[in-house]
């Protein structure tokens, strides 16, 4: 059983970055592991740190300001380049419970889906609107209202709606993964199999 999501309010890391590739969210050499701990530490690697391993400052990560976050607010595009399910594992270890773009690729969509991280999908204008706000207060609070599926923007007040999957909207909302869902619903499976009940 995972966290469940509800509503959630939050500052905002801002990433205005289009075209941002699943091998710029988690590097290549770090593929090899099979295990999602530690792959938080990861996140954005070779633009957050030197290469002899120190923070780089200018990096938005890197910025005092925005650490508590848990709203990525990211280019257009974001996800491209290859299927790697690790760069949702380094999003999602990072701490990041929802990632906002005007377009998503769309394995990676899914791949942050099934790691319980929210990809909201806004028009380029709010998208805009959002990177506006927080260029101007960098303490800009987004709400993220899954049940109702808005994102509503706190410091402009407004608001728009965002899509999601039925099905993995249920799991985000009651703390599933995939297998969670099929031994929560093994009875029914076995009373449609046995044909003594049909749904």
């Known amino acids: 059983m995972k966290q469940k999501f509800n509503i959630i309010t939050s500052t905002c890391v801002p990433l205005p970055i289009e075209n941002v590739d699943t091998d710029q969210i988690v590097p290549a050499r770090f593929l090899k592991a099979t295990d999602k701990a530690g792959f938080g530490e990861n996140l954005f690697r070779d633009w957050r740190y030197h290469t002899d391993g120190t923070p780089n400052q200018a990096f938005v990560l890197n910025d005092p300001r925005y650490k508590g976050s848990t709203v990525l607010v990211a280019g257009k595009n974001f996800g491209s380049g290859s299927s790697r399910e690790h760069a949702a594992w380094a999003i999602a270890g990072y701490g990041f419970r929802v990632v906002v773009s ?98």
């Open 102 to 199: 005007s377009f998503f690729a769309d394995i990676h969509k899914n791949n942050e889906l099934n790691n319980f991280v929210l990809p909201v999908q806004v028009s380029e204008a709010f998208l805009q609107e959002l990177f506006d706000s927080i260029g101007a207060d960098p303490y800009t609070v987004v709400e993220v209202d899954l049940p109702n599926q808005r994102i509503t923007n706190k410091h402009t007040g407004n608001s728009e709606h965002f899509d999601i999957n039925g099905y993995k909207k249920h799991c985000l909302m009651n703390g599933l993964d995939d297998i969670d869902f099929l031994v929560a619903n093994s009875k029914k499976t076995e009373e449609w199999e046995n044909g003594t009940k049909v749904y």
